[in-house]
């Protein structure tokens, strides 16, 4: 490439462009139609998320941390439960248990997939019951674009009573195993945040699940508790609908999802091919696909601010995701960790860059990337520090 490229870190405006005319006709129709709240459209696009994923119900709620509230509230976890998720991941993922009065344990991620770790599932167990926590449910986080390793995952929440949720906000539509990230669990919650793979002009987000009662319940929560009618509430619930615009925009981007996914893969090909020999790239379990909701690499602590700073005066955008796990945050740092601490988590953190990755980047400028990437990592420490 001749002259440096402008480049977009998500370039939602290229996905935009891809879409057209159909877009600007599903969100007039919603203005023309004037049913902003629960119209056609948001049934619609609940039906046809669910059959993307095989999922038997889907229910649209305002957005990703609503769909864990939601479940959790559903279940009724409360002060004195204690649910397992990850420490390395967005703070909502323990920001919900503890809205709920219940409590986060940390547990240790595996050091390949950023995924929580099922063999750390045991310490975690162990050090609930230790600080008199009744163990009731595990949030996995599908990290990044990859599901899970689920099989482990579920037999030990099945031998120990623990209700599974799959956050699903990074990893909705990734392959597992012959299954699809958004039907694997008692639930899978998902997030429409624009910067999601499947993303919406604004917040939204869902929940999904097999069984019929918690369905139903599901869609009376997020209406105040709403019985037969509106004014009819049969339990406290709260105010989260997804907006029917945003269900407009959904159901065009679901259109062509399957489509963008594959181009995701070719993006992450690519960018492994030319990398993979100079500096940790993803690993993707065996007979898994991953969303590529993020292409992330890892460089030594002590160079990342410098390699991002190189990348970035060349006009190259990165991102760390998350620079700080939840447990050293001031907010959960009281938080039960399960075993000795989470040193893999702490890692990765100190470790972790992000490359650009959209279904938009063609190859030109991924060439421009990889280049770039290559000549950073080639600087002497001193020359990039």
């Known amino acids: ?59 649209g709620v305002a957005n990703g941390t609503d769909a864990l509230i939601l ?9 004195g439960d204690a649910v397992i998720c990850p420490s390395f991941t967005f703070a909502a993922t323990a920001e919900v248990v503890a809205w709920m009065g219940a409590t986060p344990v940390f547990a240790e991620i595996d050091e390949a997939t950023y995924n929580i770790d099922p063999k750390s599932l045991s310490a975690a167990l162990e050090t609930a019951k230790q600080h008199k926590l009744n163990p009731r449910a595990l949030i996995s986080v599908d990290l990044f674009g990859q599901a899970c390793d689920y099989e482990p995952i579920e037999a030990f929440c099945k031998q120990n ?29 998902t997030s429409f ?26 869609m009376s929560l997020r209406f105040h508790g709403k019985g037969s009618y509106k004014y009819d509430n049969i339990r406290v619930g709260v105010n989260s609908r997804l907006d029917t615009i945003q269900a407009a925009v959904l159901i065009e981007k679901l259109k062509v999802y399957a489509e963008e996914l594959e181009k995701r893969q070719a993006v992450a090909q690519r960018y492994t091919a030319a990398l993979k020999d100079v500096v940790v790239t993803p690993h993707v ?16 602590a002590d160079r990342r601010d410098a390699f991002q700073a190189a990348l970035k005066a060349k006009g190259v955008p990165t991102t760390v995701y998350y620079p700080k796990p939840l447990h050293q945050q001031t907010a959960y740092k009281h938080y039960p960790v399960a075993g000795n601490g989470l040193p893999i988590s702490e890692r990765a953190a100190q470790e972790v860059v992000a490359l650009p990755m959209h279904p938009y980047l063609d190859e030109a400028t991924q060439d421009y990337i990889i280049a770039q990437v290559l000549e950073a990592l080639a600087a002497p420490a001193a020359a990039v520090a």
Request: net charge negative.
């Open 1 to 59: 490439m001749s002259e440096r490229p402008t480049i977009e870190f998500i370039d939602l405006k290229a996905q935009r462009q891809h879409i057209g005319k159909a877009m600007d006709e599903a969100i007039l129709k919603v203005v023309h139609d004037g049913n902003y709240i629960l119209g056609q459209q948001v049934q619609q696009f609940e039906t046809e998320l669910a059959a993307f994923c095989g999922a038997k119900h889907a229910i």
């Open 71 to 79: 479940v959790l509230e559903a279940l009724g976890i409360g002060p």
């Open 161 to 189: 009573g623990l209700v599974l949720i799959s956050d699903s906000a990074q990893g909705y539509g990734a392959r597992y195993k012959g299954r699809v990230a958004g039907a694997i669990g008692d639930f899978a919650t």
């Open 193 to 218: 945040f624009p910067a999601k793979p499947l993303g919406c002009y604004g917040d939204g987000g869902a929940i999904l699940t097999d069984n019929d009662e918690h369905a139903a319940l599901l």
């Open 285 to 300: 379990m065996a007979d898994c696909v991953s969303t590529w909701a993020q292409y992330t690499i890892r460089v030594a």
